[in-house]
């Protein structure tokens, strides 16, 4: 098994593959979306990896660090998540951010995932919180005073508000993991603003 390259970037793609040379051989590895803007052609790099065999593909997956890694090593094996979703999962939510919405109960978050509907995401919560080490995560202090996790506020409020569903969710992907409601709906707004003009 290929637990991690290090090389030099040869070329990149938008859908997420990137080429890298290790020792004159050069590896198509598929990354989370966000690693794809930190890996520049002609720039080193260094991948945590896991290698999917298929019956008719060997295909090679790479992840910025070992945390990523192994939170993708355990959504594919949740039922019905494949290499696929579980990279979508991860170019949509940080491990941190994930661990968040599981312990929130928050259904909306992992729909923001493309290809992942309510009844996917309900299957998928009960699933991952079983799989994923969750206790002994920081996050298992409640938000004061017992309320809502802020980017759920959010995408509540720019629903109320009229925003469509593939708006909300677009915007809500790109906001930061921390911040209050005010900053993050704040925030939300001007992108929403910017997307339509």
Known sequence: MIGSVRGTVLERTTAGEVLVEVGGVGYRVLVPIGA?????PGGAAFLFTHLHVREDALVLY?????????????????????????????????????????????????????????????????????????????????????????????????ASLGYAPDEVRAVVGQLPDDGTVEELLRDALKLLAVSRT
């Not at 794809?36 to 520049?40: K, P």
């Not at 890694?69 to 290499?83: C, K, M, N, Q, S």
């Not at 923001?112 to 995560?137: E, F, I, S, Y």
């Open 36 to 40: 794809v803007t930190r890996l520049e």
């Open 62 to 158: 790479g992840f910025p660090t070992r945390e990523e890694r192994d939170t993708f090593e355990v959504l594919i094996g949740a039922t019905g998540v494949g290499p696929k979703l579980a990279l979508a999962i991860l170019s949509v939510h940080s491990p941190g951010a994930l661990r968040r919405a599981l312990l929130d109960d928050d259904v909306d978050a992992l729909v923001l995932v493309p290809g992942v509907g309510k009844r996917t995401a309900q299957r998928m919560l009960v699933d991952l919180k079983a799989r994923l080490d969750l206790p002994d995560l920081d996050l298992t202090e409640p938000e004061p005073g017992g309320t809502t996790a802020p980017r759920v506020e959010v995408r509540e409020a720019l």
